[in-house]
């Protein structure tokens, strides 16, 4: 079983800045990508920012410069910190990782969604 778990998140003024993290657990072998989607009501989930194993990094175009995605291979944690946030931010944002299990199958897992909120 694996598992992402995320935290942070919240309501924000627009301006603000807020952090979500994710951190994934149980019988982890290794992860590949991580990354974080958001889905806005009524629209579809799309891609915020995605890390590589290796450290590197594609963002949405509507988030580039506002909002970073770093990751902690020790702790299988990915984070996003996020900068001047307008209200168009407003989502549930979740997290995705590619994880190779203990059982060396290829897995693509989903965490349970946090919802931010920013307000004008």
């Known amino acids: 079983q694996v598992q992402l778990v995320e935290s942070g998140g919240g309501l924000v003024q627009a301006g603000g800045s807020l952090s979500v993290s994710c951190a994934a657990s149980g019988s982890i072998f290794s992860i590949n990508d991580m990354g974080w989607y958001r889905q806005a009501p009524g629209k579809q989930r799309e891609l915020v920012a995605v890390?590589?194993?290796?450290?590197?990094?594609n963002y949405a175009d509507s988030v580039k410069g506002r909002f970073t995605i770093s990751r902690d291979n020790v702790k299988n944690t990915v984070y996003l910190q996020m900068n001047k946030l307008k209200p168009e931010d407003t989502a549930v944002y979740y997290c995705?990782?590619?994880?190779?299990?203990?059982?060396?199958?290829?897995?693509?897992?989903w965490g349970q969604g946090t919802l931010v909120t920013v307000s004008s």
């Open positions: 890390i590589t194993k290796g450290g590197n990094t």
């Open positions: 995705n990782a590619f994880i190779l299990d203990r059982g060396r199958r290829y897995l693509d897992v």
